[in-house]
């Protein structure tokens, strides 16, 4: 139980006093009327005695008694009704309330950290007027009257008549059968005779004269004269006399006018028996009696009191309404002051008063009562075992048993005379228990006890048990523990046996004091939660909340039982009508459940503090609960949440009505998931018209890829490092169209003004029924400047829409312009977006704070004529037909990263600013759109393909410096900007060619036609370092506001099967130069599909001929081309021609076709392969002149009729794009030719030998597919490229596949020392010399006249490197396998053996030779074995070249 004002001690004490009866004369009324008060009224703040009073026990032993209290009351003829108390009391409890300032207590249990209210006053105060509203019974005699004072005016004519009338009527009422009401405690009662004196108005000397009389007749003990109003209320107002009477009038208040009002006649106010009063004091008196709490019980809360309240109904709002008046009649008859004419001298008159009373006539009279019973008692005590057995005999014939015979053990309705022995000990025990002498009171209740269990009197034994128990915990020095079984016994015997509530009531809360006291909180508990019950839901309510209490003062709290029996007390109070204390109780359990994961628990608790919130007026509170219960995860069901979500519109609807301009409160749902918020700057694209195919750029639609924004990042700082002559500027800043959580959003995003912000919300409905957003716009705030201009400090006035939001069509705003979207409707748990458009028409600084909106819901199924049957709302008409809708607000608030950098942001947690929704709106700039015509989908590998562009600027503001950058060159390009380009000739056109074409005429087949072409023509060069970025040639450089331009772009298939996206970033600039934006960029992705073509396969190795001395010199190659058709027939491509094959190179240039074929075309139908050999030699010395360094020989070697120039759009741009991505891009970049490095570094004998293997030579081979599609043939064409870099090295046009690695197992081995520079390969060694015999094919020689033969032969040798070479020539090689000796015989060489000599670099020498031969036949001359090394390098090395061909010689006999 919570903490009283009082110990258990002096809350059993107050609880039982002496009883004092009170009868007044008229004219006594009218002297204390004076004060606003009666008697009664005007001396209950001295009842109680500030000092000891003494008495003799029947042992004569002196009992002290301390702290006493008596009760003087005016007489009631009628015992209160019991739904008079229970109104009572339930104003009592109503009115009581925690005040403001009170502290709670804090209570830590695990992981709760609760605020309780330490005191429960509305319990104490509910307590103590049920003790004192407790009728007078029969069984016992605490509350019988003891005494009664006759009041009597002194100005009287006649007071002692007037005492003699006053003690006529007292002996009526008691002794009479007219009145069963009130009890007297015995029939010889107490008279304390009273003489009432106005000092202000009256005549003292008469006064003295008339007490001195009473003296004489009544004793000095039996009377008194009390001198009061020793001033009158009009003088000396101003001066402040204490009050005491206010603490005590709202209690005497809500008995006397609740029994006036009851029964008219409860009071004894009538002409014969009470003096009368006049209309006008009658008027006073009622309104006295109606201070404090109104009587008007027609509006009392119970009358709600049904299990069907509502409790959220609209009608309630009325009937608050109407309670407010009643209020404020409350707080003015508070200002009636009690008292006016007493002073404090007066005060001790009354206080002095009352202790004589006490001390010379109640205790005497007490006293000589008790002794009086005792010796009755005693004289009347026999031989057996009780005190009273003998007298039990005596007097059992005058009992009167009120049972029926049927029902022998129901004894319960047993009643004693009056003068029956066991009551007169009960009545010696409740004496000795008024005047604190619990030993007596204790051994006399145990006596009666045990007679009346024996009688069987049921009733009487739980009262005898009641008292005897409290006695016993009474007692000083507790000789006995508090025995709790007599307390449970006398409970169960008024609940089950008597039916009697109130007694047992009564009962518990002594019991569950007294065990509070002794800390036995769960036994407290289980004693109060036992008395619950359905008669009574306001006892029921406070217990069950002191039970609660009991749960969270154990020594371990029990946290959850706390809560949960707060939540059963708060439903009581709620169905008692004291909706504050329910409300209260709802929120103390909260505090239990809130976030521990019982949702369902929390959303009753929440659902009915808003409903009790709304009918107590606590708006704000009704609010917040039902915020709570939608915002939450809940597990309802869907009509209970649609009913929770009506029932928050309506109250959210009645605070919006309160104050309609202010500002509008943040709405629960939908939810919105601020992260996934996204910002999109830019009008919507426009989508592809006929054949046009509009950029990709970017788009909401678009999923956000962290790479791929990367890939983006590194072009457009690409492009904006050539323009700003190789640097990125410190201040650069990536374009970013469309900004999320994953962008880097630390700076202020840039927009253009007059183009529109798209901000794209994430809404989420996490309930089960369905959700409507009407007039869903953003809020903004928005600060103007003028970039353009130097700030003069002034700064603008911030403008906001924030103000116009309560109106739901949006006011369309001269600087920002805001979308509204009529309606956004959500299905139930649904996630959807909203984007959601601004228009800035100024430029400054945008803030976009959140959304507006009305949200509503779709009109339930259950509602029928505008009532939900659910919740009891009658809602208006124009709400029946379109549901409720309210609205509000939500504030957009997005975190940003959290910082990671400095020591203190890793060990705290600190998060950067995200600015997407804060943009600056920049002047304006040019706006780019780029429409692609003719652009493919579908391309086979290495398919040339031509298509347009067409550029078109849809702003006010001219653009240039257009260009385009992509990580794929390769892929496509605008022609050569040096020259303008060759317009095509009538062939290409009639053939829909891409390539310049020229008409070859038969005799030019297969023999080559040469150009000399520079590649910075064509972009690619030393002059140009940004690789991939490319001009786009405008007229005048400038595309004016309103224009478009179409350029021609040459696309080439990339040589990889498969699904290829090809990024383009187009760069341009505004002609005007503003501080805020620098560039603007457009992006646009190509997918492009390829299929399989051709596979070329390239080798290149010398030729063993020498023609003549310059042919030797500078050496010539043979080429071999292996083409083969690998298309899968997949695009219908039925067969390819290779109509030509050209070359490109520094340094070499394809000759001739040596294997032409019959039909000129190469014809290759599905998986043939065709090979072609052709002859390549040195370009010649005027074609490699100063003026030609960097330059590159195109050589075309046609198969066909027609002739496509290599050296021109769109072959030339693509074979030196293709060549930036292979390993010869620094051969290719370099602008000096090889020889020079290669002599520079001659010594570097690595380096001689790699010079004397390589070539470079790139072969290009265009073909023609011819396609059916459609029932028509097309006609496709394409280029592949060879680079050829080693001799002997075969090379694929297609990218091999690695194979996959076997995985092996990881191995922890010590770094080894980096090695040391390779040797050259014995391979590449074998190449340094070129070797050749000549001799005749066939010899004529007559064996039968000469049988020795001798053939001349030469032996040319070429040195092919750049140093000099020692060569060893060594003629004693022999076949020795059989199979040589059977092809071909054997032969001997004449002459040395050996041959040393020395080639200087580049040198050719012949030597002169001859073969023996002895008879016919045919005959290998290449026996001889050549050995080359370096000069002074290394060993020898056979050259590879003597075994590469047979060199047969035939000799015929003749």
């Known amino acids: 139980m919570a903490q009283c004002l009082q110990s258990v001690q002096e809350f059993i004490q107050d609880s039982f006093v002496p009883m004092v009866a009170v009868l007044c004369s008229e004219d006594a009324e009218k002297v204390t009327r004076k004060n606003n008060l009666n008697f009664s009224e005007l001396v ?20 002290v008694i301390k702290n006493l209290k008596i009760n003087i009351s005016n007489i009631v003829t009628q015992p209160p ?69 006759l009041v009597v005016s002194s100005r009287e004519a006649e ?121 006008e004091e009658a008027d006073e008196l009622d309104f006295s009696s109606k201070d404090g709490v109104p009587n008007n019980f027609k509006a009392h809360p119970l009358q709600l009191d049904h299990p069907s309240d509502p409790g959220g109904h609209l009608d309630s709002l009325e009937a608050l309404k109407c309670t407010a008046p009643v209020s404020e009649a409350k707080k003015q008859t508070s200002v009636t002051t009690h008292g006016a004419c007493l002073t404090l001298n007066d005060h001790d008159r009354i206080r002095q008063f009352i202790q004589e009373f006490t001390f010379r006539g109640l205790l005497p009279h007490i006293e000589k009562t008790i ?17 009273f057995s003998a007298t039990k005999k005596w007097f059992s014939g005058s009992k009167v048993p009120e049972k029926s015979i049927n029902e022998p053990k129901n004894t319960a309705g047993l009643l004693y005379p009056p003068e029956a022995p066991e009551l007169q000990i009960r009545k010696m025990a409740d004496l000795c228990f008024l005047v604190q002498h619990y030993d007596l009171a204790y051994s006399c209740y145990h006596t009666a006890k045990k007679d009346f269990l024996n009688d069987q009197a049921m009733l009487y034994a739980a009262g005898a048990l009641e008292m005897a128990a409290i006695s016993a915990f009474l007692q000083p020095g507790a000789p006995r523990p508090y025995p709790a079984h007599y307390m449970d016994t006398a409970i169960q015997t008024y609940k089950d046996m008597c039916k009697n509530m109130v007694l047992a009531e009564r009962c518990a809360l002594l019991s569950a004091e007294v065990l509070k006291s002794q800390t036995k909180y769960s036994e407290a508990a289980t004693l109060l939660i036992r008395m619950t019950s359905e008669d009574s839901d306001l006892r029921s309510a406070l217990l069950l909340e002191q039970a609660a209490h009991c749960f969270i003062n154990m020594r371990s709290p029990m946290v959850r039982k706390f809560a949960f029996h707060m939540i059963l007390a708060g439903h009581r109070y709620s169905k008692a009508g004291q909706k504050r204390h329910a409300l209260r109780c709802y929120c103390q359990a909260m505090q239990v459940y809130k976030g521990k994961g019982w949702s369902l628990a929390e959303d009753h608790i929440n659902f009915t503090i808003g409903r009790q919130s709304f009918t107590l007026r606590q708006l704000e509170n009704a ?119 994953q962008t880097d959003n630390l700076r202020f995003p840039m927009a253009v003004v007059e183009e529109p912000i798209i901000v794209e919300v994430v809404f989420k409905n996490p309930l089960k029924v369905p959700l409507v957003l ?219 060619s891409a390539y310049k074409t020229v008409v070859s005429d038969s005799s030019s087949a297969c023999t080559a036609t040469t150009s000399l072409v520079s590649p910075v023509d064509f972009g690619v060069g030393c002059d140009n370092p940004g690789l991939g970025v490319v001009d786009i040639p405008l007229p005048d450089s400038v595309l004016l506001p309103g224009t478009s331009i179409q350029l021609p772009m040459w696309l080439r298939g990339p040589d990889k099967e498969g699904v290829h996206e090809i990024n383009f970033l187009f760069y341009y600039k505004s002609t005007e130069s503003t501080s805020k934006l620098s560039h603007r960029v457009l992006r646009h992705t190509a997918v492009i599909c390829t299929s399989r073509s051709l596979s070329v396969r390239a080798t290149v190795c010398r030729s063993n001929t020498f023609q003549d001395d310059d042919d030797g010199r500078n050496g010539n190659m043979l080429v071999f081309v292996d083409v083969e058709n690998i298309n899968t027939n997949e695009a219908g491509v039925r067969e390819f021609h290779i109509v030509q094959v050209s070359s490109s190179s520094k340094h070499w240039r394809l000759q001739k076709c040596i294997n032409p074929c019959e039909d000129k075309d190469a014809k290759l139908s599905s998986r043939e392969r065709g090979k072609l050999c052709f002859r390549a030699t040195k370009c010649k010395s005027q074609e490699a002149t100063s003026s030609a360094l960097g330059k590159y020989t195109f050589t075309d070697i046609n198969l066909g009729n027609e002739q496509i120039i290599s050296a021109t759009t769109p072959c030339a741009d693509f074979f030196f794009r293709s060549c930036q991505s292979t390993e010869s891009k620094k051969t290719v970049l370099s602008g000096q030719p090889a020889h020079v490095s290669s002599r520079w570094q001659s010594n570097d004998v690595t380096k001689v030998v790699r010079n004397c293997n390589e070539v470079d030579l790139n072969i290009i081979v265009l073909w023609k597919a011819y396609v059916v599609e459609d029932n028509k043939q097309l006609i496709l064409e394409g280029q592949l490229h060879v680079a050829l870099q080693t001799i002997g090295n075969e090379v694929c046009s297609l990218s091999q596949k690695q194979e996959a690695q076997e995985m092996v197992l990881l191995k922890f081995i010590r770094p080894e020392q980096p090695p040391s520079l390779a040797r050259p390969s014995m391979e590449q060694l074998s190449h340094l010399i070129k070797t050749s015999l000549r001799y005749p094919e066939s010899y004529d020689h007559p064996f039968l006249q000469k049988s020795l033969c001798m053939v001349p032969v030469t032996l040319t040798l070429s040195n092919c490197s750049l140093a000099g070479v020692d060569v060893i020539i060594d003629l004693r090689h022999k076949a020795t396998s059989p199979e040589t000796l059977e092809v071909h015989g054997s032969f001997t060489w004449l002459g040395k053996t050996q041959y040393k000599l020395q080639l200087k670099a580049q040198e050719i020498q012949k030597l002169q030779l001859k073969a023996c031969f002895i008879h016919a036949g045919v005959y290998n001359l290449g026996t001889p074995r050549v050995f080359a090394k370096l000069t002074d390098q290394g060993s020898m090395c056979e050259t590879s070249q003597q075994n590469s061909m047979p060199a047969l010689i035939i000799i015929n006999s003749v």
Request: glycine share 4%.
């Open 81 to 149: 009704q019991p739904t008079v108390i229970r109104k009572m009391l339930s104003e009592v409890v109503s009115v009581s309330q925690p005040a403001d300032g009170l502290v709670a207590n804090v209570i830590t249990a695990g992981d709760y950290d609760l605020n309780i209210s330490a005191t429960t006053p509305w319990f104490e105060a509910y307590r103590e007027n049920f003790f004192q509203s407790m009728p007078a019974s029969d069984h016992e005699f605490l509350n019988h009257y003891l005494a009664c004072m």
């Open 774 to 992: 009407t007039d869903l716009s953003l809020l903004w705030k928005f600060q103007p400047k003028d970039f353009c201009r130097l700030q003069n400090g002034e700064a603008k006035e911030v403008i906001s829409n924030e103000k116009d939001a309560h109106m739901k069509p949006m006011v369309k705003n001269d600087v920002i312009g805001t979308e509204v979207i009529p309606e956004f409707n959500m299905s139930h748990e649904e996630t959807k977006v909203a984007r959601l458009k601004l228009f800035p028409h100024q430029t400054g600084e945008l803030h976009i704070l959140g959304v507006v909106y009305n949200l509503g819901t779709i009109p339930s199924p259950n509602m029928v004529d505008g009532i939900d049957s659910f919740a009891g709302i009658q809602t208006e008409g124009n709400l029946t037909s379109n549901g409720m809708s309210v609205r509000g607000r939500q504030d957009l608030e997005i975190q940003g990263p959290r910082l990671n950098n400095t020591k203190e942001e890793k060990t705290s947690v600190k998060h950067g600013p995200d600015r997407r929704l804060d943009p600056v709106i920049t002047p304006p700039m040019p706006l780019l759109e780029v429409f692609f015509i003719n652009f493919p989908t579908g391309l086979l590998c290495g398919e040339i393909r031509k298509a347009y562009v067409e550029f078109v600027n849809v702003s006010k503001v001219p653009l240039n410096a257009l260009k385009v950058v992509s990580k794929h060159p390769e892929f496509f390009t605008f022609g050569s900007h040096s020259a303008p380009l060759t317009p095509l000739s009538p062939t290409a056109s009639e053939n829909c």
């Open 44 to 63: 209950r703040p001295f009842c109680r005695l500030t000092s000891e009073g003494h008495m003799r026990d029947p042992n004569n032993q002196i009992q």
């Open 623 to 741: 609010v917040s609960a039902f915020r709570h219960i939608l915002i939450n995860d809940s597990k309802q069901t869907a009509s209970q949440q649609g009913t929770f979500l009506r029932e928050y519109l309506y109250v959210y609807k009645s605070v919006s009505q309160l104050s309609p301009e202010g500002p509008l409160p943040q709405l629960p749902l939908p939810c919105i998931e601020s992260s996934a918020t996204r910002v999109f700057f830019g009008h919507d694209r426009r989508l592809a018209e006929g054949v046009k195919q509009a950029a990709t750029h970017v788009s909401l639609d678009q999923e956000f890829d962290r790479d791929l924004s990367q890939q983006w990042k590194e072009l457009e700082e690409q492009v904006v490092a050539i323009v700003n002559r190789g640097a990125v500027p410190v201040n650069f800043q990536p374009t970013q169209y469309c900004l999320n959580s």
């Open 371 to 387: 002794r009086q019973l005792n010796d009755q008692l005693v004289s009347r005590k026999g031989l057996s075992r009780s005190l």
């Open 159 to 279: 007071p002692v008549e007037q005492f003699l009338k006053l003690s006529q009527e007292q002996h009526q009422i008691q002794h009479s059968n007219e009145y069963s009401y009130p009890k007297w405690f015995i029939p010889n009662t107490l008279k304390y005779y009273v003489l009432l004196h106005d000092i202000s108005e009256g005549d003292e000397q008469r006064a003295d004269s008339v007490y001195e009389e009473m003296k004489q007749r009544y004793g000095t003990q039996g009377c008194y004269l009390l001198k009061i109003n020793s001033r009158s209320s009009a003088i000396g107002s101003d001066e402040q006399i204490p009050d005491p009477w206010s603490q005590y009038l709202q209690k005497i208040n809500f008995q006397n006018q609740d029994f006036n009002d009851e029964s008219p006649s409860v009071v004894i106010n009538s002409k014969n028996i009470e003096n009368s009063i006049n209309a």
